[in-house]
């Protein structure tokens, strides 16, 4: 029987990979699934990204996602390198704790272009690879090839708010949501998948580690979860991830795939 969350042959991308975030993670679950692996980050994030390339036996790249050749030359490398690109997952993304009358417009459209537009420029790059691999892949006779999987990274606050000032970040983080539809509409006929994953708060990791701080906020993060505690890094996300990024998910698109420990159902 074929396991159907196995991705032996497969090759994996995970943009915004670099040690101390959730794509570090992403990069883990998919290497320990079979998959060949290639990963990226900014070219400020060397040291950490080269952290976990070494632990995942990762090629790895630079790439900035709010620079349009930058992306493509991201996904044309990987290609030429490793032959293929099946899965592609997109981690990258930045946030803004600051609240809406302190906030610039710089500011904002900066989130903005990180977050929405990188994840467009992701998604465009990785499923014109993907289409071209597939009449490839076809022209030869290899009708069981991998059709392609994109996962992008959202968030519980994806269609609600916090109790932090983020105007910015909330803003482009419910554009990851429609993104990830209107792309999976419009590569479903090909059998290319495009879905979200979206986490509740994970403690710790980069971006929440200064939470540690304020301790009272963290135990009411916790309290707000149906199992009321925080997401673990190292145990609560490689099976959601790994649904997403597997064969065992050929007829799921175009949906959030909510891990917060209940958040969102409340």
Known sequence: MVNPFALDGQVALVVGAAHGGLGAVAARTLRDAGATLAVADLAGRREDLRATAAATDASEHEVDVTDEPSVAALLAAVRAEHGRVDVVVNAAGIMLRKPYDETTLEEFE??????????????REAGRVMTAQLAEDRARGASDAPAGRIVNLTTVYAERVG????????????GVVNVTRSLAQELGHLGITVNCLAPGVFYPTQMTAALGEQPERLAWFAERTMLGRLGDPDR?????????????????TGQVLYVDGGWSAW
Do not use: C, F, I, Q
């Open 110 to 123: 900066r989130v903005v272009r990180v977050n929405l537009t990188g994840t467009w420029l992701v998604g």
């Open 163 to 174: 109790p932090v000032p983020e105007s910015a970040y909330y803003s482009s983080k419910a």
């Open 236 to 252: 609560d996300l490689a099976g959601p991830l790994l649904l997403l990024a597997a064969p065992a998910s050929s007829y799921l």
